[in-house]
């Protein structure tokens, strides 16, 4: 719902929700490939008696234990690395919130991880909709989030997991959706 475009006319309100690929992934994702690399290559270099890096001379190191150390450091760092690519790659968490008055209906869309339940539809009526409410807790671990509210005291998140939303985005995405919806904006 947010750094994503939100498209509205009169009958149609789609609010796009940005998933993994966000600045924070890719930057965690260069930075974890580029240690594991190295702590593998310095590992590698131990063993082999062989210069690979050009910024240090880890040939000087014993194999046991330090090259091990070394390799076992770069190999979980290049794991680390290739789960966060194949999370950018896939986009795991993004997609829309699309509300249609022409059709009544409410669909919540997110990508997941490869297999079968890659595709996470949520499905419903306008009718069901009860209120929009707002989630704010601060602190040490703050959690700024907008649920869909629907009968049955089923809540739906709508806004993306991680970095939390300012608390003005998350007002004014709240008001708006309220409004367009014609329901009250709960936790404000």
Do not use: C
Request: charge should be positive; aromatic fraction near 10%.
């Amino acid at each position: 719902m947010t750094a994503q475009a939100t498209t509205q006319n009169d009958r149609v309100l789609r609010q796009g929700v940005l998933g993994s690929r966000r600045f924070s992934n890719y930057l965690w994702a260069i930075v974890s490939s580029a240690g594991g690399m190295g702590f593998l290559l310095a590992g590698i270099s131990s063993y082999l008696k062989v210069r690979l890096l050009p910024v240090s001379n880890p040939t000087e190191l014993q194999f046991l234990p330090q090259g091990i150390a070394l390799s076992f450091y770069g190999v979980a760092g290049l794991l680390v690395a290739l789960y966060l690519w194949l999370v950018v790659l896939w986009n795991v968490g993004g997609g829309y919130n699309e509300f249609n008055k022409e059709t009544d209906s409410v669909k919540i869309f997110r990508w997941g991880f490869p297999g079968k339940n890659r595709r996470v539809e949520i499905e419903g009526k306008l009718e069901d909709v009860q209120a929009v409410r707002a989630e704010i807790k601060e602190g040490f671990n703050p959690k700024r989030a907008l649920y869909l509210r629907l009968k049955e005291r089923r809540e739906v998140p709508l806004t993306r997991v991680g970095e939390p939303l300012s608390l003005s985005e998350l007002e004014n995405q709240g008001a708006e959706l309220a409004r367009f919806l014609e329901v009250p904006l709960e936790g404000l």
